[in-house]
Each structure stands twice: as structure tokens, then as C-alpha cells.
């Protein structure tokens, strides 16, 4: 197979995780996509294990399930199987959050998706801020929404983080820093 070619595990939906590292072994191919489902119900230490013992790059991991972004009830659980899949993969390679990022040359697929998990929650927030002046502009400030939320809670959501811990180490970095100073 050509190594710019990946298969993605969307192309197995119905079978298991194990199902498509034969699969995978059988056809020679070494470039996937994971499905999120597969990895939750095979554990992610046996995925980890698996995709370092067969030498596989993985390019992506989808979810093959819905997630109503209309319906904020769900974003918890998603927010929830993101950080476990990240924590998963940093664990499995023995660092800290805070190693991540001062090792970060070493682990560079790892540095990058701690970042992007960052950029994520950093545009969450500059949407939260532009909605909230949005609403503020049309409706005014002390008001009780369309929905029935008082818009001042919308101002208070904009300093909610999807994923609080990759602020925090910003701050140990800065402390990290001082004390080499």
C-alpha cells in the first residue's frame, strides 16, 4: 500500500477494534484512523499497545456517533472522551501535562494535540464573548434572554474552559521559568 494512503476505521464501522488491527495486519496497512467508539470499548491501554506493537500511524480518530451540538447536555461527556483519549496516550507515554510541553521536541504529536485541544477551547471562548455582545447589543444587559437565561450569564460562561488543565500549565511553565531565572 502506498505510505501516503491511510484507512480509516469509519471503513469498519461494524466491527471491533481487534477486527480491524487484523484486518489492518493482513492487508500490510500501517497508516489508520481510529474510531473512538473502538478505542473506549477496547480500553485504551490495549489500543496504545496495539498500534505501538504493530507500528501503526495513527492519523485520526473519529466518532462515528452524533453529538447535537444544539444540545449543550452532551458536551460534558464529549469534552470528557476527548481528555481521556489525551490522557490515555500522554500516560501511556510516561509524562506529566507539564512534561508535554517541556518535552515537547520529543513528543511532538503530543505537544501539537495539547495544543489544538488549546486552540479549541480558546476559540470556544472568543465565540462565548462574541455571543454575549451580540445578545448584549440587540437585547441589552440586564435582561432575561429568548430563552429565559439572564444575558449576565452569558457573560459568566466566558471564562468557563473546556479543558481547564492545559491553562493551568501555561502557569506552572511561567513558575518553571522564574525559578531557572
Known amino acids: ?3 501516503r494512503l491511510s484507512v480509516s476505521a469509519v471503513s469498519s464501522w461494524q466491527h471491533s477494534f481487534a ?3 487484523a484486518m489492518w495486519e ?6 489508520v484512523g481510529l474510531s ?10 490495549t ?6 506493537a504493530h ?15 444544539d444540545d449543550p447536555s452532551g458536551w460534558d461527556g464529549q469534552r470528557a472522551r476527548l481528555l481521556a483519549a489525551f490522557d490515555a496516550v500522554r500516560r501511556e507515554h510516561g509524562l506529566s501535562l507539564l512534561e508535554v510541553y517541556t518535552r515537547g521536541r520529543e513528543h511532538e504529536d503530543l505537544y501539537q494535540l495539547a495544543e489544538l485541544l488549546t486552540e479549541w477551547d480558546e476559540r470556544i471562548g472568543v465565540w462565548r464573548f462574541r455571543h454575549f455582545k451580540v445578545v448584549a447589543r440587540i437585547i441589552g444587559e440586564d435582561v432575561v434572554g429568548t430563552q429565559g ?3 449576565e450569564l452569558l457573560a459568566g460562561l466566558i471564562k468557563n474552559k473546556m479543558f481547564p488543565e492545559l491553562w493551568r500549565v501555561r502557569t506552572e511553565l511561567t513558575e518553571l521559568a522564574k525559578q531557572s531565572d
Open 36 to 45: 473512538l467508539r473502538k478505542c473506549e470499548a477496547a480500553g485504551w491501554n
Open 26 to 31: 493482513r492487508l500490510g496497512v500501517d497508516h
Open 1 to 3: 500500500m502506498h505510505p
Open 19 to 21: 477486527d480491524d488491527v
Open 55 to 69: 507500528g501503526l500511524r495513527v492519523s485520526n480518530v473519529v466518532e462515528c456517533g452524533w453529538c447535537a451540538l
Open 149 to 151: 437565561t439572564p444575558v
Open 47 to 52: 489500543v496504545v499497545d496495539a498500534v505501538r
